[in-house]
């Protein structure tokens, strides 16, 4: 995890590579340690998935926090029932937003988390983003605001903040900030790196690659498929993002991607295509660090071999399935479900062939 203090700190070992900041694993549990004057804190066991995890840090930092801080808002927020309905994945989103945010320190020393609520403005959210922006991550400095924004909407209607003088807070400090500019991802994963990748994968890597290329699926996608979205016609697709859903039909292909994910062991009775050890859902931010761990493996090999490399996301296999449609078609369809053309064209990543003028 990236920080943001001037100080180099060690290098961490590979067991607590994937964990939080201050936050190990000894003598086969998962405990919190800010610094060498406290007692380490035990979160929960060693073999605890990082869902459980996160949860367990967000619970005990809520109990820590000190009132009218922002840390102490954020906290409230995150125990709330408000954000206790959002789906799991956008929770898990939340949370390292959350992390982010109040660890993030100014050049005063203090930590983001650490001021009082009054003290937040605009121009403080302003000098957040740009500070992200500084340290090569404006992308997540926008998203990180749009938490900012929820937990004081929250918080607004609620009259939970109160200014220096004592009076209630009405207005969003992160409302009509502009955000950092984003420049449209333009990756575009050939034949070529996708199969580098797919000969590397295991477990249910390989069919997650295959069911979000073919079936044009942001990860989360296939990682709902049920049986019962498996009809004579094809695979139904519950999009997410606003997208309308569909029905995508079968290919010689995606029947094998589906038998491939159905045949992967343990074989108990299974809620999903893609299934865990007990044939339940497999989390969505367990998926991100694997494919993560997939991906530096592909790097490493590729160095020493001297074979050139990119990595990429899930969400560029997407991007692959439209553009390769679209490339080969010479059309476009609804395939993602996308509500405008604007919105499909976006994911095209493919360069157009066009005739010569004259």
Same mark, same amino acid.
């Given at each position: 995890m990236k920080t943001t203090?001037?100080?180099?700190?060690?290098? $961490?070992?590979? !067991?607590?590579? #994937?964990?939080? $900041? #201050?936050?190990?694993?000894? #003598?086969?549990?998962?405990?919190? =340690?800010?610094?060498?004057?406290?007692?380490?804190? =035990?979160?929960?066991? /060693?073999?605890?998935?990082?869902?459980?995890i996160l949860r367990a840090l967000a619970d005990h930092l809520a109990t820590r926090a000190s009132k009218h801080t922002l840390r102490w808002l954020c906290d409230k927020y995150l125990k709330s029932p408000k954000f206790k309905a959002l789906a799991g994945e956008t929770q898990d989103q939340y949370l390292k937003n959350y992390r982010q945010v109040i660890g993030t320190r100014f050049k005063s020393g203090k930590s983001f988390g650490d001021r009082d609520v009054a003290s937040i403005t605009k121009g403080l959210i302003r000098k957040y983003l740009d500070k992200r922006a500084n340290d090569g991550a404006p992308i997540a400095g926008n998203r990180e605001k749009a938490f900012l924004s929820a937990v004081f909407s929250w918080a607004i209607e609620r009259d939970m903040v109160r200014d220096a003088k004592g009076q209630l807070i009405t207005a969003n400090p992160c409302h009509k900030v502009a955000r950092n500019r984003e420049v449209p991802r333009d990756r575009y994963v050939t034949d070529e790196e996708y199969a580098y990748v797919y000969q590397r994968a295991r477990g249910y890597l390989r069919p997650l690659m295959e069911l979000c290329y073919l079936l044009y699926g942001r990860i989360s996608e296939p990682l709902d498929l049920t049986p019962a979205d498996l009809t004579e016609a094809g695979i139904i697709v519950d999009r997410r993002k606003g997208s309308k859903d569909n029905l995508?039909?079968?290919?010689? $292909?995606?029947?094998?991607?589906?038998? /491939?994910?159905?045949?992967?062991?343990?074989?108990?009775?299974? !809620?999903?295509?893609?299934? &865990?050890?007990?044939?339940?859902?497999?989390?969505?931010?367990?998926?991100?660090?694997?494919?993560?761990?997939?991906?530096?493996?592909?790097?490493?090999?590729?160095?020493?071999?001297?074979?050139?490399f990119e990595k990429f996301t899930t969400h560029d296999l997407?991007? !692959?399935?439209?553009?390769?449609?679209?490339?080969? !078609?010479?059309?476009?369809?609804?395939? /993602? &479900? #996308?509500?405008?053309?604007?919105?499909?064209?976006?994911?095209?990543?493919?360069?157009?062939?066009?005739?010569?003028? &004259?």
């Open positions: 203090s001037s100080k180099v700190g060690r290098k $961490r070992s590979k !067991k607590n590579s #994937h964990l939080p $900041r #201050h936050v190990y694993i000894d #003598h086969g549990q998962v405990v919190y =340690r800010p610094n060498r004057c406290e007692p380490p804190v =035990r979160l929960c066991a /060693a073999d605890a998935p990082i869902e459980v995508v039909r079968w290919s010689d $292909r995606l029947r094998a991607a589906v038998r /491939a994910a159905q045949a992967i062991p343990p074989q108990v009775p299974q !809620k999903y295509v893609l299934h &865990g050890r007990k044939g339940g859902r497999i989390p969505t931010s367990t998926v991100q660090t694997a494919w993560w761990r997939l991906m530096n493996q592909c790097a490493e090999e590729a160095k020493e071999a001297g074979v050139s997407k991007a !692959k399935g439209i553009s390769d449609f679209i490339d080969r !078609k010479g059309d476009t369809q609804n395939s /993602a &479900g #996308h509500k405008s053309e604007e919105v499909r064209q976006r994911y095209n990543r493919t360069r157009d062939a066009v005739d010569p003028a &004259g």
